[in-house]
Structures are given as C-alpha cells and as structure tokens.
C-alpha cells in the first residue's frame, strides 16, 4: 500500500508546527494516496523514525518521502538520507523513494509578488527590495535565492532587489538592510524567503518596527506560509515522488 511522509524541519514554536502542518493538510487534499503521516526532522514530534512506523503499522508496503523544505541544503542530501536508509535497514520489505524540496520555481516568485503587493500601493519600479533567505552552508543555496532574486526583479521590475540571509552565510541580514536603506528610492520592502513562521520572522518584525521608529519607509511582507501557490507547489512534488521514484541523493 502506497503511504507519503511528509517530513517538516521541526520547531519549538507551537505556531511554526501548526502552520506548517495546515500547509501539509491543505497539499494532501490534491494527492489521492491511501496513508499519509506528518514529522520532523529534529526538535519536534513524531521525528522520522516514529513517522516511518506508524505507516508501516497500518499497512504501508511503499512509502515517498517528502522533505517539506523551501530549498536543497544539508537536510535534504544529508540528514534526512541518512535517517531513511536506517529505516530502511529496519523495515526491509518496505519501499523508500524520495521527493524534492519546492527548489526555484516561477510560481514561487509569484507568490512573492502576492505578497508584495499586500503590503504596499506604490509600483514596485521606485521601491528596493530586501530578499531575506534561511541560509546554509551549501553554495546551492545562495545560488537559488540569487536566481529567485532575478526573478522577482524581472516580474516587479524593482529598483533593486538585494539578498542577504539569516545564518550561515552573507551578507547578513542586517549588511542586507544598510545597503537596501542607502539606496535611493521610496522605501524598502523586506521580503522574507522563509516557510513557516517562527523565531527568525519575529527577530525580523521586531527589527522592523525599531526601523520605523527611528523613521526609516520600510514594510515586510508575509512569509509564504500556506498560499494557495506554496500548497500547489508541495502537491506537485508529492505527484512527482509518486511518479518518478526518485531515489535518494548521494553528496560526494
């Protein structure tokens, strides 16, 4: 019997779970799969192991495994791989295939355009934007979020649209905010290439409130969360793990 394992990054925020398990329902709505169950790669409950098992007791002979992340970093090639070939070797009789994170896609950069215009009426021609990725180690990343940066510039044609990033790698955040601030134009927008809410959007929106006080024209628009192009977007890879019996990756 054919079962999906959805596999979010896991956090100790109660909202983030919640979101993110409010996007995944909302995907399992556009995929006819008879078993479907929910974890997390670290920090919440159940992880992958209790996931893959309580599938495997209702029946499950096939399981795709879908990782629930924006982008291929470490996670993706390495941690969960490792996680499920472990499964593997515990459930043999079961089939493991894998799925791909959401990657670079156009419809994405439209979801970003949606939220941009939530926030602001002025024509995205005077303002410069604010790319805001997680960051990784992995120079894939920041390849991606560079390619999602043009994009976004080609469909808004934006002033600027600058990248900066969270952890791992710069320029940071707040390199990222001094440059789009000294720049000319009728503000900035900070538009955050994050999933789910959590402790990193809080920092952010406390970071912006401090900038409007001391005068700045700056907004930030929503995170992705579960837009109806996010919820599209992770139902297309949910199909094409079935499909396509995606192996795992192996990193060299």
């Known amino acids: 019997m054919q079962a999906v394992l959805y596999v979010s990054h896991g956090s100790r925020v109660e909202e983030t779970r919640s979101e993110a398990v409010a996007c995944i329902e909302k995907a399992q709505a556009h995929v006819n799969v008879p078993l479907s169950q929910i974890c997390y790669l670290e920090i919440a409950s159940p992880n992958v192991a209790d996931g893959v098992k309580e599938l495997v007791q209702k029946g499950a002979t096939e399981i795709a495994v879908i990782p629930v992340l924006l982008l291929s970093a470490g996670h993706y090639y390495k941690d969960l791989p490792e996680e499920i070939k472990q499964m593997q070797e515990r459930f043999p009789s079961v089939t493991f295939t894998y799925g791909k994170p959401l990657g670079v896609q156009e419809r994405l950069v439209d979801v970003l355009v949606d939220r941009l215009k939530a926030v602001t009426d002025t024509e995205p021609t ?21 390619s999602i940066a043009h994009m976004l510039k080609s469909k808004t044609n934006a002033s600027n649209v600058d990248v900066c990033y969270l952890a791992a790698c710069g320029p940071t955040f707040e390199e990222g905010l001094t440059t789009s601030l000294s720049r000319e134009g009728e503000g900035t927008v900070v538009v955050p290439y994050l999933w789910f809410t959590g402790l990193l959007i809080h920092s952010m929106q406390d970071r912006m409130e401090e900038l409007k006080r001391e005068g700045y024209s700056i907004e930030m628009t929503h995170y992705l969360q579960d837009h109806p192009g996010i919820v599209e977007a992770l139902a297309g890879r949910v199909k094409e793990a079935l499909q396509n019996k995606e192996s795992f990756p192996v990193r060299s």
């Open 126 to 146: 005077s303002l410069n934007l604010l790319l805001v990725g997680r960051g990784s180690r992995s120079p894939e990343t920041k390849r991606d979020i560079e």
